[in-house]
């Protein structure tokens, strides 16, 4: 068992990174970009994790880093011609100031109340950038497209959010068996509690907003590349933030393996649903139905229900 535990990760990541040599074969270009998609947002979601599993902070504008990132890093190579492949470190470090700034202010409420000022952070936001004519605009920047050929363009993009992935995986589970881990848990679960034992639940809060952060901003710089601009109406979307949250509730928010299950789950059930429905409103209500099937038979999420049940294989059990 716990030998599995820790093979068959290892065995899953070496096979992510062959990945791409199924490009000699063959145009697999459709499911490079479907890996590389499902990176991204298993990024997103662990980071989210931090604050909205671990915390309890249900943020539906944390896509806000997402586009700081992207505007930070697309601004720079448009400008000066340096790549986001080596901005992306600083974009998520721009990220995490904002974080840090942020979570002072929005951190002082909890509840619905952190809820609605998370969403007014995210209009606030994307107005800003619809006026701000030094980044374009609502026309966004434009950015230069790789000298790469069609069947090797995505491959730095792929490795990249390869990366972060495990950048974010490694990070949540180092938080979840951390003790500012678990002064975050005890914050969740009873705050004057926590701050009677002597827990600086202020800190603590912040830090945990202002560090989700920093792998989101970095994934927005790469994806802002990816896409080759960076609008508001593509990065301050409330979908973005909205998915996250899914996809961690779903998986099972508050665990180590839970967002990557979730976004697994929700990208392949959505594209099942678009190759078999086409892009309309029915993909929206499969998503809804699908979540309200898992609340009913999965409260915890899939790992949390399995793992009550006994029914969590090995290898999925980090907590």
Not at 202 to 222: F, M
């Amino acid at each position: 068992m716990q030998n599995s535990k820790k093979i068959i990760p290892v065995l899953i990541l070496i096979g992510l990174i062959c990945l791409p040599i199924v490009q000699f074969f063959g145009n697999y270009n459709y499911v490079i970009h479907m890996v590389l998609f499902s990176f991204l947002y298993i990024t997103m979601s662990s980071s989210w994790n931090i604050i909205g599993g671990y915390g309890g902070f249900i943020s539906i504008g944390h896509n806000v880093f997402f586009g700081i990132g992207a505007y930070f890093s697309g601004f720079i190579y448009a400008r000066y011609g340096i790549s986001p492949f080596y901005t992306a470190v600083f974009a998520g470090m721009i990220a995490t100031v904002f974080g840090f700034a942020i979570g002072l202010i929005t951190l002082r409420v909890k509840g619905p109340s952190f809820i609605i000022s998370s969403i007014a952070l995210l209009m606030i936001f994307r107005t800003l950038f619809d006026r701000w004519e030094l980044v374009g605009g609502t026309h966004g920047i434009t950015l230069p497209h790789n000298n790469l050929s069609v069947e090797w363009s995505k491959i730095p993009h792929y490795y990249a959010l390869l990366i972060l992935m495990v950048l974010s995986i490694f990070l949540s589970w180092y938080v979840r068996h951390s003790k500012f881990g678990l002064a975050l848990r005890s914050i969740s679960h009873d705050e004057i509690k926590s701050e009677v034992t002597g827990i600086n639940i202020k800190i603590i809060k912040v830090t945990a907003y202002a560090l989700s952060a920093y792998l989101i901003g970095a994934a927005g710089a790469i994806w802002g590349d990816y896409l080759t601009y960076v609008r508001p109406n593509i990065f301050f979307i409330i979908l973005i933030a909205a998915n996250m949250v899914l996809m961690c509730i779903l998986g099972g928010k508050g665990t180590v393996t839970g967002p990557i299950i979730g976004t697994i789950v929700m990208i392949f059930f959505n594209e099942f649903i678009l190759a078999n429905f086409g892009a309309s409103e029915l993909n929206i209500f499969f998503t809804g139905l699908l979540m309200i099937l898992t609340l009913l038979y999965f409260p915890d999420g899939i790992i949390g229900s399995l793992k009550k049940r006994k029914l969590l294989p090995g290898f999925l059990d980090w907590d």
